[in-house]
């Protein structure tokens, strides 16, 4: 536990059902003469877009929609909708969406104040300054991107996954409304939870915990833990949904402060090659990572199976716990567990490794030490 830490959040945080219509007065505090909505059709087609659209009719101000995002964004779309604002001279961005979206928007809230292309500011603390202000409304309870200084995008020509980390894409306001997630079907449900419950446990136990995000982070264990198979056998369980979205922020809080540790790392070379959602890649991998980190820490995975409502164990019978509740969750969800389940080959392990070993922004947290080898022998565990 890191005891010298500090703690970044968006600057205001509104929570709630039906905490959206809010955003016309919320709006009005940055005195917009031009909004860009940042979202993609799964939004518009459940309705959120045109309730957003209702919700700011009455501010004396243009509206420009940019809806053509994919599930994993290229990062071309990036530009695209930068170009889109700069011509629209577009002074408030608002995301709304999953995590693509917002970070479609916290992207070009970038691009469009500072010019050039969303290239030239990828890695880590290359933004400048602070951006054209953003609102971001998340509709899944799972990525907690809305609280994250980061956003991830897919380069499809290089087949990779590549992010920015800067404080300057938090969100100036965050509405987090879960009546919004209601409509998230089923298979969604579960796999953006089983991307919060990664966050929750990976932020938990990474070296750079601190003791205020650690109570994120395990307050998002036990919520997450404790709702995630109500609200993905039935979506309209308003408890359910409110818990589901206070966990999923909890643990975008909890990365944010914290860090992700290994299963981000090798997640992603396996989301880039195979073409795997982000979710579905972490909940295949957590089970595997947990299984060679817990013996840096077994207290960490004792805490992780109390929060989880498990029967209290201690030493390596939590991990066990821990493990088997992770499994149940994927085989109930049909989610794949093995590398085998999404067509990867044993002979791809050493350039899966070859590109997660340079993720060190994220491997440096990791509770255990690990190097090419030890990735490579996860990989191999996972099959
Ligand atoms: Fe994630």
Same mark, same amino acid.
């Given at each position: 536990? !890191? ?28 005195? %917009? ?13 459940? #309705?959120?877009?045109? @309730? ?6 009455? /501010?004396? &101000? +243009?509206? +420009? ?8 964004? =290229? ?14 001279? $577009?002074?408030?961005? $608002? ?5 693509? %979206?917002? =970070?479609?928007?916290? #992207? ?19 933004? %400048? ?5 953003? $609102? ?51 298979? &969604? +449900? ?7 419950? +990664?966050?929750?446990?990976?932020? *938990?136990?990474?070296? !750079? ?26 979506? =309209? ?25 290994? &299963? ?7 989301? #880039?090659? *195979? ?10 991998? /957590? %089970? ?33 716990? &821990? ?19 999404? #067509? ?5 392990? @050493?350039?899966?490794?070859? =590109? ?7 491997? $440096? !947290?990791?509770?255990?030490? /690990? ?13």
């Amino acid at each position: 536990m !890191n005891q010298n830490w500090s703690f970044n959040i968006p600057g205001s945080i509104i929570f709630g059902n039906n905490s959206l219509s809010q955003l016309s007065q919320i709006a009005k505090d940055f005195s %917009p003469k031009s909004i860009c909505i940042v979202t993609d059709r799964g939004v518009s087609e459940a #309705g959120i877009l045109n @309730k957003t659209l209702h919700i700011l009719k009455d /501010l004396e &101000v +243009t509206l +420009t929609t940019f809806d053509e995002i994919e599930p994993e964004p =290229d990062i071309k779309s990036i530009d695209q909708c930068a170009k889109l604002a700069r011509e629209n001279k $577009v002074d408030l961005f $608002v995301g709304v969406g999953g995590g693509s %979206p917002i =970070d479609v928007a916290k #992207g070009a809230s970038i691009v469009a104040k500072y010019d050039g292309s969303i290239f030239g500011y990828l890695g880590v603390d290359n933004v %400048p300054g602070s951006t054209i202000p953003k $609102v971001l409304i998340p509709t899944t309870a799972g990525t907690g991107s809305e609280v994250t200084p980061f956003a991830i995008f897919k380069d499809k020509e290089r087949q990779l996954k590549t992010a920015i980390q800067s404080k300057h894409v938090l969100g100036d306001t965050v509405i987090i409304d879960p009546l919004l997630t209601h409509s998230c079907p089923p298979k &969604v +449900t579960a796999v953006c939870g089983m991307d919060a419950l +990664t966050h929750a446990i990976e932020s *938990y136990t990474s070296i !750079n915990s601190s003791p205020m995000s650690a109570q994120c982070s395990i307050q998002a264990t036990n919520l997450i833990g404790k709702y995630i198979l109500q609200a993905y056998k039935n979506g =309209d369980n308003v408890e359910a949904r409110q818990s589901m979205s206070l966990g999923s922020f909890y643990a975008g809080i909890g990365i944010a402060n914290a860090g992700s540790g290994a &299963v981000g790392a090798l997640s992603y070379p396996v989301e #880039g090659m *195979y073409k795997v959602i982000h979710g579905i890649g972490n909940a295949l991998l /957590l %089970p595997y990572i947990i299984a060679y980190n817990s013996i840096a820490n077994y207290k960490k995975f004792e805490d992780i199976c109390t929060a989880l409502g498990l029967e209290s164990k201690t030493g390596k019978d939590a991990t066990v716990n &821990v493990i088997n509740f992770i499994n149940d969750l994927n085989e109930t969800f049909q989610l794949p567990r093995t590398l085998g389940d999404i #067509g990867a080959r044993k002979g791809d392990i @050493k350039t899966l490794a070859d =590109d997660a070993i340079t993720r060190q922004r994220i491997l $440096v !947290n990791n509770m255990r030490k /690990l190097d090419h080898n030890d990735i490579m022998k996860i990989y191999e565990s996972a099959f």
